[in-house]
């Protein structure tokens, strides 16, 4: 990855949620930072239009300069 650039996982379980959790922490003690502090998801109208959406969460963390 780029120096700067950023990663983005979207997960649709919490078992796949908690991989990412803790690979985002590791990388966070290698100098990487946080681009969401907590998970990102969707919103209650996305929700209403698309029901698998309703489990979906988004983690950003970005690669040091």
């Given at each position: 990855?780029?120096?700067?650039?950023?990663c983005?996982?979207?997960?649709?379980?919490?078992?796949?949620?908690?991989?990412?959790k803790?690979?985002?922490?590791?990388l966070l003690q290698?100098?990487?930072?946080l681009?969401?502090?907590?998970?990102?998801q969707?919103?209650?109208?996305?929700?209403?239009r698309n029901?698998?959406s309703r489990s979906?969460?988004l983690?950003v963390?970005?690669?040091p300069?």
């Amino acid at each position: 990855m780029n120096p700067g650039g950023r990663c983005a996982i979207i997960t649709f379980h919490s078992l796949e949620d908690r991989l990412v959790k803790n690979a985002f922490k590791d990388l966070l003690q290698k100098g990487w930072t946080l681009y969401t502090k907590k998970a990102m998801q969707a919103t209650y109208q996305e929700k209403q239009r698309n029901k698998a959406s309703r489990s979906a969460k988004l983690r950003v963390i970005q690669a040091p300069l």
